[in-house]
């Protein structure tokens, strides 16, 4: 039986010690290598060429899984990536599935999910987890609520305290354009300010803090 090679990117030790255990008792999986933060992942990719890197997202100092999901997805033969966290914002959504990843799992999610899931993504695939697969419907199917990609941006950068100078500056942009996104950002929720946009954002989960 062909087993799928496969490299766990996980900063927590405990929880690349179950992963690994799960793993094991599937004959037709295999891990071949342990990552603990994104750059590491990236180097075992190379160096191992796995059929699968199973990626968190938040791994500490360093680069994140996003951006370490699109490094290994740069590489001459790259793997199939599955995000696997903690977090379900629409903000780590669409990073992850803009990046390339060919699957997005919740760490509550069953074990037989993610054996399936790292079969199916072997197999050309794309794997959502249920709660991941409704919140993306949910943008298709109610559009007018649905936040773009660069005033998420913007909602995030707001929410860590940047002024408009400030988010100008990092993205590249001009005042009047951040105001211009905090504008539609505003109409889009409801808001008139500031704190109410933040906080009308995470409570429906669009962005995260911390």
């Known amino acids: 039986m ?10 927590h ?5 179950g992963l690994r255990a799960l793993l094991a008792a599937q004959e037709d999986l295999r891990v071949v290598g342990e990552a603990a933060d994104g750059a590491e992942a990236v180097r075992l990719a190379e160096q191992y060429a ?9 791994m500490g100092d360093g680069i994140d ?5 699109r490094r290994i997805l740069a590489l001459p033969e790259p793997p199939r990536v599955i995000v696997l966290t903690t977090y379900d914002s629409d903000a780590d959504i669409l990073r992850a599935v803009e990046a390339g990843a060919a699957g997005y799992l919740l760490k509550e999610s069953r074990p037989e999910e993610l054996f399936h899931a790292l079969r199916t993504a ?19 199917r109610s559009p007018q609520v649905a936040l773009s990609q660069r005033e998420i941006e913007i909602l995030e950068l707001l929410a860590a305290g ?22 539609h950002v505003y109409d889009k929720l409801g ?8 906080h009308a954002a995470v409570q429906r989960r669009l962005i995260r803090i911390g």
């Open 65 to 69: 899984g996003v951006e370490a999901t």
């Open 2 to 11: 062909a087993q799928l090679r496969i490299v766990l990117a996980d900063d």
């Open 13 to 17: 030790p405990v929880v690349r010690a």
């Open 50 to 58: 796995p059929d699968i890197v199973l990626m968190d997202l938040q």
């Open 122 to 140: 072997a197999a050309g695939e794309t794997v959502l987890s249920p709660p991941v697969a409704t919140r993306l419907m949910s943008r298709f």
């Open 191 to 198: 808001v008139d300010s500031r704190t109410a946009a933040i």
């Open 162 to 183: 940047a002024s408009n100078r400030e988010i100008s500056r990092k993205l590249f942009i001009s005042e009047a354009t951040v105001k211009t996104h905090l504008a």
